[in-house]
């Protein structure tokens, strides 16, 4: 059964950082690309980014510079560490494990995060 469990969300205020942690069950993962999604209010769910099994990163354009993905194979655990938030980063958090360049059909709960200006 997959498991794909986020945690490290939280209230912070413009200018300050989070760590989000997924810790993942279920899966061979040290085999596959993970990612990061997020899904703000009225929008639809987005990739922020993504690590491979080799561990090269890839960022969206909007987190550049700011946000860094990493991957502990041992622990089946991919974390995202998160500078510099702004408002415009408030949404609910995700990890997943890609197939093919696509989410799979696994979902956790989710972590929200909350950027206050």
């Known amino acids: 059964q997959v498991q794909l469990v986020e945690s490290g969300g939280g209230l912070v205020q413009a200018g300050g950082s989070l760590r989000l942690s997924c810790a993942t069950s279920?899966?061979?993962?040290?085999?596959?690309?993970m990612g990061w999604y997020r899904q703000a209010p009225g929008k639809q769910r987005e990739l922020v980014a993504r690590?491979?099994?080799?561990?090269?990163?890839v960022y969206a354009d909007s987190v550049k510079g700011r946000f860094t993905i990493s991957r502990d194979n041992a622990k089946n655990m991919v974390a995202l560490q998160m500078n510099s938030l702004k408002p415009e980063d408030t949404a609910v958090y995700y990890c997943?494990?890609?197939?093919?360049?696509?989410?799979?059909?696994?979902w956790g709960q989710g972590t929200q995060v909350t950027v206050s200006s």
């Open positions: 690590i491979s099994n080799g561990g090269t990163s």
């Open positions: 279920g899966i061979i993962f040290s085999i596959y690309t």
């Open positions: 997943n494990y890609l197939i093919r360049n696509s989410p799979s059909q696994y």
